[in-house]
């Protein structure tokens, strides 16, 4: 079998190639167990004429991963870092979940994780800008307690520069392990109630409010946003983000996740964790891993 080191790869396909760990191709392969766009880039980059078509599909996304890790580090390797380096190595599932694309205000946060606080991690790759670094750091202290950027070795400096003392730095290392550059603080006296109960589904903010008041206001459907938001905001400030933390975590299925980490490859943490509530993509997910890369693959691209 080819060495993922040998093979090469025009870099104006790396790109598409990256594309492989996003939701249009993984989807599409676990609901159909078949994906033209994977057939088509990787017939037109040329990359089925350097592999061994008899690999598995847990052997062909490992290697895969491998490659983009050293040749095109885009936000999928970053966030999938996070998922085996910090979440699965230094956390426990039993208390830990890790939330992404969670909305804060006109952001979105790439990673998130939950345990006795609340920690988001804003991925600056090596072919992001910081244009909206500002004001995606200042969207996030008004949620999260501790905000973290984590970038290349290359992008430190500049980022110093540019971050807020308590904002902690971590580095992707060539190795694909995270290296802490610089600690984030406690920035829990810079929440907003106000906006983190916007980031709150109306089930959620239901239960938080009726967990606290042993109740939920007794409105026209009109008016029960305007009312919740408004006990919310009374609750003291601690004891509203824990509650709001131990809510958020019911995002991630705990038991599911517990069952199905161990036979996922580590190439696909991050995929894993954002299907995490649906059982049936996971077992479908797991049951793709043994299949042979040729199966998965159209026939006139081969």
Do not use: W
């Amino acid at each position: 079998m080819q060495s993922i080191n040998k093979i090469k790869i025009d870099p104006k396909y790396l790109p598409f190639i990256g594309r492989l760990f996003t939701p249009l191709v993984l989807d599409s392969l676990v609901q159909k167990r078949y994906s033209g766009y994977l057939s088509e880039v990787c017939a037109n980059s040329g990359l089925f004429k350097q592999i061994s078509m008899a690999m598995t599909v847990h052997q062909f996304f490992d290697r895969i991963y491998k490659y983009l890790l050293h040749n095109y580090r885009n936000e999928y390797i970053y966030k999938n870092a996070i998922a085996n380096r910090i979440l699965l190595e230094k956390h426990s599932l039993n208390a830990s979940r890790m939330l992404t694309e969670f909305r804060v205000g006109q952001c979105k946060a790439d990673a998130v994780i939950l345990n006795g606080t609340s920690t988001v991690y804003e991925i600056k790759s090596e072919y992001d800008t910081f244009a909206r670094l500002e004001n995606q750091v200042k969207a996030y202290m008004a949620v999260f307690e501790h905000i973290n950027v984590i970038t290349s070795a290359s992008q430190v400096v500049k980022l110093k520069s540019l971050l807020p003392f308590n904002v902690g730095i971590l580095v992707l290392t060539n190795k694909g392990t995270i290296e802490p550059i610089r600690e984030s603080k406690s920035n829990i006296k810079n929440i907003k109630l106000e906006i983190l109960f916007d980031s709150l589904r109306k089930t959620e903010y239901l239960k938080v409010i009726k967990d606290f008041y042993d109740t939920v206001p007794n409105v026209p459907n009109t008016q029960i946003y305007r009312e919740c938001k408004n006990l919310y905001g009374k609750i003291p400030l601690k004891v509203a983000c824990k509650s709001t933390i131990d809510i958020l975590k019911n995002r991630s299925n705990h038991n599911l996740l517990y069952e199905f980490t161990g036979k996922v490859p580590t190439s696909l943490s991050a995929y894993a964790m954002s299907i995490s509530t649906e059982k049936e993509k996971m077992q479908a997910l797991i049951s793709l891993f043994d299949l042979r890369i040729n199966t998965i693959l159209a026939p006139n691209l081969l």
